[in-house]
C-alpha cells in the first residue's frame, strides 16, 4: 500500500458520489444455518423490496346527467331535469368527491405516519479505518459490504477516541465532556462513574415511542446500581456484559481493568418482570466456554423470532454491540482459515473477529427475512471508536493486527485515526449504493434516527444534529456547521473541526500514537516505529490525573490549560488538501486558529468535571463479594 501523499488524495471533498464499484450483488445475502453449527455458506438472492401497494381505483356509480336540448324542427326545448334538480345533484356529487378525497387521505396518511421502521443498530469495538472490505481491505467482510454498497456508505462518519465516551455520545446525543466522560479513559470494573441518570438515552425515547428495545453485546456506561444498568435506561432486555473488555470463551474480566487483579465473570440476561422491578443476577454461568459472538447471535435470533411470535404489530429496536474485535484476540479457528490469504499471522487472527461478526449479522438478515421484517428494517454500522494498532496491556505494548492507514493515529487519540470510524446506513428511504461526503458526528445518530422513523424528538436540549435530510438526499449543502471531538481538563488537550478546518489543541494522545500505521505484513510481529511502553503510559496517566486534582478549581477555557504559550500548543490541518494531517499550518492561519479557539472556549463553559479518572475499583465491587461475578454494589 502506498505511502499517503498530498498528490493521490481525493480532490472532491463536498458532495454526495455513487456508482463506486463493487462486484457483488448488492440486493443478496448468504442465508446460513444458526452458529455454532454452521455448514457451507451458499449464496441466495435477497428478496426484492416490498411492491408499492396500488391504489385502487373507482368510477362513480351516479348517472351523468342529460343536457338540455333543442328540437331543430319544433325550436321547442326537449324536457329536461328542473334547474333546481340540476343544481341538487351537482351539489351532491362535489360533496361527494370530497367525502372520497378526504377519507381516502386520511386512511392514506394515517396508515403512513402508523408505518415506523424495525431498527438493527450494529455496533463494533475498535473496528480501523482500513480492516473492513469497502475501504479496500483485505479483510473482505463479505455481509457488512453487501449492505454498505446497498445502502449509503458515510465517508466522514466521526466517533469519539475511546469506548465509553462514544456509547454515551450515541446513547445521549451530547458531548461526553457535558457527561463527565471525556478523555481517553474507559471506565474500569468496579470504579464508580457512569452516564448520568438525567440524560434520557435513544432506548428510552424508542421504548416510550412504542418500539420494544433489546440491547445484546457490551455496555460498558457504569453499573454501580441497578439504576445505571441497561434494562433501568430503556431496554426491555440485555444479554451481555457490563465491562468493556472479556475473555471471549470464559467471559472474566480481568487483569488490567479489575480490583487488586481479581477477575470475576460477566455474561448475564437481564429483564424487567411482570411488576416492572429490574432483574440484574441472571448469570448465565452454562454459558462458560461459549464463544461469546454464538451466544449474542443465538440471542438475536431469539429477538427477531419472539418480536414476530408475540409483537408483529409493533416495532423492533434491535442494538448488536459486539466485542469484536476488541482485545484480546481470541476466535475460532474457522473464522481465521477464511482469512488465509492474509500472509501476517496477527492481522490474519485479527481478521478472524471481523469475519466472526460478519458471520453473525449475516444470521440476524436471515432471521429477519424469514419473519417477513428485513424490507421493513433501517441498518445502521458504525465502529466505537478507530482501530487499536497495539493493546497497552502488555510490556512492551502487543500489536494487534488492527490498522486505520492512512489515517493518522489510532484509539485514543485526537487524529482522524482515533475518531473516523467505518459507517453505513441502509433501508427504506436511503439512497442505493452512494457515498456521503458529509461529515455526520456521533451525537447526531440520536435526533437523525428518531426523525428517520417518525418519532418527535427536543432537539434543542443534543449536540447532535438531525441529519436526516442529508442522509436521504434532500439536502446537499453545508449542513452541519462545526464539532468538538474532545475536551479534557486531566490530559489539557481538546479538538475541533468546522468545515475542512481541524484544530488540535495539545497533545493530541498522552500515549504517543501520532504516526502513521500500516497493517503489519510479512512476518512482522511489532511496529518499526516508537510507542510508548504501558508502564510509562500508565504513569504518564497518573501524573496527569494527579495535577488535576491537586488543582483548586477545573480550567473553563483554553488559556488556563496553558496560560504562556497557548498559540505554541495548536496544530491546525485543512483536511481538503491534508486528509491525512501531515501539514501544520497554524502560523499561515491565525485567523482561522483565533475562531477555533473561541469555539472550545465557549462549548468549555457548559464542561463538567470529568468522573472517569482511571480510579480503581472499590472493594465493594469485587467480584469475591458476589459469587465471583460483576454485580452492582451500591445499594440505591
Known sequence: MPWPTANNQEQHRHGIHGNHSNSCDVRGFVAVPLIPHESEEKERMRPGSPRLRQKKS???????????????????????????????????????VVLI????????????????????????????????????????????????????????????PVCTASRAALLSGRYPFKLGLQGSRPILAGAQGALPLQEKLLSQELQGGGYRTHLIGKWHLGFETIHYTPVARGFDTFTGFYNGMQDYYHHITSGFDTINNVGGYDMRHDSIDQNGNVIVDNILWEENGTFNNYIFTREAVKVVEQHKLNHEDEQLFLMMSYPNPHTPIQVPDKFVEQNSHIQNTIRRKYAGLISAMDSSVNQILTSLNEADMLDDTLIIFLSDNGGAFVSHRGNPPIPTGSTNFPLRGAKGSLWEGGSRVPAFITGPGIPENQVLEHVIHMTDLYPTLLTLIGLDV?????????????????????????????????YKHAAVRKGDWKMIVGESSLQNIDEWYPPLIGTQTHSPLDIMSNSEYIARANKAIKNYTDATEMCKALKCFYPHNLEDQVQLFNLSNDEFEFNNVAVKNKEVVKELLALIDQQMKSMIAPVNLLQPGEQAASPLNFNGTWQPWITP
Open 58 to 96: 373507482f368510477k362513480e356509480s351516479v348517472p351523468p346527467t342529460k343536457p338540455t336540448t333543442i328540437d331543430i324542427k319544433t325550436k321547442k326545448r326537449k324536457p329536461s331535469l328542473p334547474l333546481s334538480s340540476k343544481r341538487m345533484i351537482g351539489i351532491l356529487l362535489a360533496v361527494l
Open 101 to 160: 378525497v378526504t377519507v381516502t387521505m386520511v386512511t392514506y396518511f394515517t396508515l403512513f405516519k402508523s408505518k415506523k421502521l424495525h431498527v438493527l443498530l450494529i455496533l463494533a469495538d475498535d473496528l480501523g479505518w482500513g480492516d473492513v472490505g469497502w475501504h479496500s481491505s483485505e479483510i473482505t467482510t463479505p455481509t457488512l459490504s453487501r449492505l454498505a454498497h446497498q445502502g449509503l456508505i458515510m465517508k466522514n462518519f466521526y466517533a469519539q
Open 458 to 490: 427536543e432537539k434543542d436540549k443534543l449536540d447532535g444534529r438531525d441529519m436526516s435530510r442529508v442522509l436521504k438526499m434532500e439536502e446537499t449543502g453545508v449542513y452541519k456547521d462545526y464539532f468538538i471531538y474532545d475536551i479534557d481538563p486531566v
